[in-house]
């Protein structure tokens, strides 16, 4: 019986984000049981669906370029205006802030995105800015709320290598990741 439902939410999720074939028999999918990564939810979609490739295609890897990590939302958005003030990165919130009674950083409950509204949405994609991401998006094993001041997403190893060094000068403690982010559709 679990099965069944757990095949209904995640046939429901998979025809809202891609065109998965409609016609493959109930009897002819196997399940596997849920997962808690998003690695292993590719692996899922791939199994269900049938088109691996495609599956695929939802990630890239991409090079994450951290300033620093911690708890504290306040020093870590005062230190990402004096990174702003010292090397020029522009700083890109995505319209999100921190919000105290939720605990969370978050997008204005009003926002146009009825689904992310009130609600931490990642920054996915490359770009060179400042901003205030929850390193578990990027890192599997990080705290669930450990805040990272990201300085930039880079698609090569290169582009970061760049960026880190330039980093450097400024601050000790930055580091670069590797990551697997999901870049496909989040509705």
């Known amino acids: 019986m679990a099965r069944h439902f757990y095949f209904i939410i995640c046939t429901l999720f998979l025809t809202a984000c891609?065109?998965?074939?409609?016609?493959?028999?109930?009897?002819?999918?196997?399940?596997?049981?849920?997962?808690?990564?998003?690695?292993?939810?590719?692996?899922?979609?791939?199994?269900?669906?049938?088109?691996?490739?495609?599956?695929?295609?939802?990630?890239?890897?991409?090079?994450?370029?951290?300033?620093d990590t911690g708890a504290n939302y306040q020093l870590l958005h005062?230190?990402?205006?004096?990174?702003?003030?010292?090397?020029?990165?522009?700083?890109?919130?995505?319209?999100?802030?921190?919000?105290?009674?939720?605990?969370?950083?978050?997008?204005?409950?009003?926002?146009?995105?009825?689904?992310?509204?009130?609600?931490y949405f990642p920054r996915r994609y490359p770009s060179e800015n400042l901003s205030l991401e929850y390193l578990s998006f990027y890192k599997?094993?990080?705290?669930?709320?450990?805040?990272?001041?990201?300085?930039g997403i880079y698609e090569s190893e290169r582009s970061a290598d760049s960026a880190l060094t330039v980093l450097k000068k400024a601050e000790k403690g930055v580091f670069m990741i590797k990551a697997d982010i999901f870049i496909g559709c989040i509705h």
């Open 78 to 119: 005062k230190k990402m205006f004096d990174v702003n003030s010292a090397l020029n990165i522009p700083i890109d919130t995505m319209g999100r802030f921190y919000n105290p009674t939720k605990k969370l950083i978050a997008l204005p409950d009003d926002d146009e995105d009825e689904i992310y509204a009130g609600d």
């Open 18 to 67: 891609s065109s998965a074939s409609a016609d493959k028999k109930i009897d002819e999918v196997k399940v596997a049981q849920p997962a808690k990564t998003l690695t292993a939810q590719k692996s899922i979609t791939a199994k269900i669906t049938g088109e691996t490739a495609a599956a695929d295609s939802a990630y890239a890897t991409y090079f994450v370029v951290i300033v």
């Open 140 to 151: 599997e094993r990080a705290g669930e709320k450990t805040i990272a001041l990201v300085s």
